[in-house]
Each structure stands twice: as structure tokens, then as C-alpha cells.
């Protein structure tokens, strides 16, 4: 089996991270956010892998050579000369997608985290005789989102844009399970599969939707990336995986690389991913947060609520809360208070923000 990732464009909505490496290279629960993705696919059994990619090629193709061999997968690159969209990108790699036996093929937007229940979800499709399969989420408040409405068989029957009356409460999930002859509606321009395709394989009665039962979140942007590693880490603990730390010092759910050094009398938890090479003082607190690969926290600092960048230093006795980002390579100095500050990589930190503010 194949399947298409959607990478895209230049992931503004989660800068100042993504000024460093593409979005989906960004580590989120301590790889990069596309790892997840892939590792489900290859248990659903793909053994080819496109990512539709037009942002730092380059660095996309060193992330492949890295990564092709210890997954096992191959993975291939599809390049759009410009932004394609959500449909645009399946036209460019049809050759690869089309294995002329009408294999059905995976496509999934790269910044959705959730349990990826790929084969349950190609079993319906098969026994649907389904055009595609849209995976659907249930949400509180659907006022917010383009509401999938479909009858009792998961048969899709209309999309509704921001319902201000109540008309269903799912909501597309952003992964999708296609039949190649889907190919064949899809024009070689910048196109959306949800407004420009979807409807007219709904019209002929093809659409179908699988309803996602665990939990589900879209983390591009940084305070939805910070719930999804809640909901992630909240997943593991369910199915008590081995890889959550216990131990003095640990509250919650806490995922910390084996090369993480931790200093005495802190306080990790709940909610925190640690990555490789990280220090960590003496007398740290972290709580909902997540620190990623090389940064240094100095003695009785105290980061909630925040995500600091790689290679970061964070000074003794701070305290960063309500959503900080720190870019790559920020310093800051000791004794500081950041309150919401969103940093740009490669900053030096001298005084205190004490109003959210964008730090160029």
C-alpha cells in the first residue's frame, strides 16, 4: 500500500519553530511530528510513503536519507512548483499513488495527532465499496468547524460550513482513505479535496465516514500542540507504555529522552516531554511543557505552559508561563520573568517580559 502526507507550506501558524526546520521535523513527544504518522502507516501495512512538499526541499530529503532505513518504509518526495493544496498534490504523484489494481491509498494532513486507527478504517472502506473514506472526530461546539453530516452507515450526505443550528457534531479529522479512481476527478492545479472533490464523490453516493473513537488534535499552533501532547501522553499512560517515566520527582505523565541529565529536587510533571541531550538544573520545576533536544534550565527555574526551542538556555531562577515559545538557540539570562513571550531563534534575553509580546 501507498500513501500521500500532505507537508506543505511554510507552517506560520507554529513560528517561531518552524523558522528552524519544516513543521512536521518538529518534534513533538520527542521525534518529529511526521514519525508518528509514518510509524502508523507502516503498521496498516504501506510500504511506500510520498510527502507532498514544496518548503525546504533540501532539508526534507536529508530528513529522508536519515530516516528511510530505520523505519523501513520508503519515502519519496513529490515537489509542488507552488502551493497545491489538498488535492492538487494526489494529481502530481498519481503514477506512485495508482498501483493499476485498485489498491486503495492513505492521505493524511501531516499536523494531526491521534490514534490512527488506519486498519480498522481500510477494512470499512473495502466493505463499503467506498470512493473515499473521510475520517470524522466528535467536537463539543461544531459551531466552530465544517460540520460532515451522514446517515447511520456512515454514508456521507452533505458538508455544512459553521452550522449556526445544530446539523451533527463531527467533524473531517483531516486523514482519508482513497480509491484510486478518485484519481480521476482530480485536476493537475491548485485544488482542495474538501471543496472541490468530496462533494461531487458525495453527490454520487462514494463518500463514506469512519468515526474516530480515541482522542484527536490538530498541533499547528503552539497552545493546540501543548493539549495534544496532553492528550498523547494521557494515551501512552492508558495503554501503559514502558517508555513514561516514574520516579521521585515525577508527577503525571512525563516522557524524558535516556540522555536527559536531571538535577537533584526537581519537580517534572504533568505533561512534559524532555528531549535528548537536555540539562536540567537542581530545584527545576516543569509542568505542561515540552523541551526539546540540547536545551539547558538552570537551578530553581520554574517553565509552565511552554515550549522552548532547541539548543535554548534558560537562566537560574526564572519562571516562563502562558505560552512561551522560545525559537533554536535563545538565551536568557538569569533572575527573568516571561510571560507569553513568543521568541524569535537565535535571540538574547536580557530583561523580563512581563506582558505576552513577539520578541524579534
Known amino acids: 500500500m501507498r500513501a500521500l502526507i500532505l507537508v506543505g507550506g511554510y507552517g506560520t501558524r507554529l513560528r517561531p519553530l518552524t523558522l528552524s526546520c519544516p513543521k512536521p521535523l518538529v518534534e513533538f513527544a520527542n521525534k518529529p511530528m511526521i514519525i508518528h504518522q509514518i510509524e502508523a502507516l507502516k503498521s496498516a501495512g504501506c510500504t511506500e510513503v510520498v510527502l507532498a512538499i514544496n518548503y525546504q526541499p533540501e532539508v526534507m530529503m536529508g530528513f529522508i536519507e536519515e530516516w528511510q532505513e530505520k523505519l523501513g ?35 493524511l494532513n501531516s499536523d494531526v495527532i491521534c490514534d490512527y486507527p488506519l486498519k480498522d478504517m481500510l477494512d470499512f472502506h473495502k466493505a463499503r465499496g467506498a470512493e473515499a473514506t473521510i475520517l470524522v472526530t466528535k467536537v463539543d461546539d461544531p459551531t466552530k468547524y465544517g460540520v460532515v453530516v451522514m446517515d447511520e452507515y456512515g454514508q456521507v450526505q452533505r458538508f455544512v460550513e459553521k452550522p449556526k443550528e445544530f446539523v451533527g457534531d463531527k467533524i473531517n479529522a483531516g486523514i482519508y482513505v482513497c480509491s484510486p479512481s478518485i484519481l480521476k476527478r482530480i485536476e493537475l492545479r491548485p485544488t482542495s ?22 482522542y484527536w488534535m490538530d498541533v499547528g499552533q503552539p497552545k493546540d ?11 501512552m499512560a492508558i495503554r501503559q507504555s514502558s517508555l513514561l517515566a516514574h520516579g521521585p520527582g515525577i508527577s503525571g505523565n512525563v516522557l524524558v529522552d535516556p540522555t536527559a541529565k536531571i538535577g537533584e529536587g526537581c519537580l517534572i510533571g504533568p505533561d512534559v516531554s524532555i528531549s535528548a541531550g537536555c540539562v536540567i538544573g537542581n530545584g527545576v520545576r516543569l509542568s505542561h511543557c515540552v523541551i526539546m533536544r540540547g536545551v539547558q534550565i538552570k537551578d530553581h527555574t520554574k517553565v509552565d505552559l511552554s515550549i522552548i526551542g532547541w539548543d535554548s538556555r534558560v537562566g537560574a531562577w526564572s519562571r516562563l508561563e502562558n505560552h512561551c515559545v522560545l525559537g533554536e538557540d535563545v538565551q536568557c539570562k538569569d533572575e ?13 534575553i536580557k530583561d523580563s517580559v ?7
Open 73 to 107: 518504509v520508503k519515502i519519496v518526495c513529490s515537489q509542488e512548483k507552488e502551493p497545491m493544496g489538498t488535492a492538487g498534490p494526489l494529481a502530481l504523484a498519481r503514477e506512485t499513488l495508482d498501483d493499476g489494481k485498485g489498491t486503495p491509498f492513505f492521505v
Open 354 to 360: 512581563p506582558a505576552p509580546a513577539i520578541i524579534l
Open 336 to 348: 527573568l520573568y516571561l510571560n507569553g513571550a513568543v521568541v524569535l531563534p537565535h535571540k538574547e
Open 193 to 214: 479535496i474538501e471543496r472541490e472533490v468530496f462533494p461531487h464523490v458525495a453527490a454520487d453516493n462514494m463518500l463514506y465516514a469512519y468515526t474516530l473513537n480515541g
Open 225 to 235: 500542540y501543548l493539549k495534544g501532547l496532553h492528550l498523547y501522553l494521557d494515551s
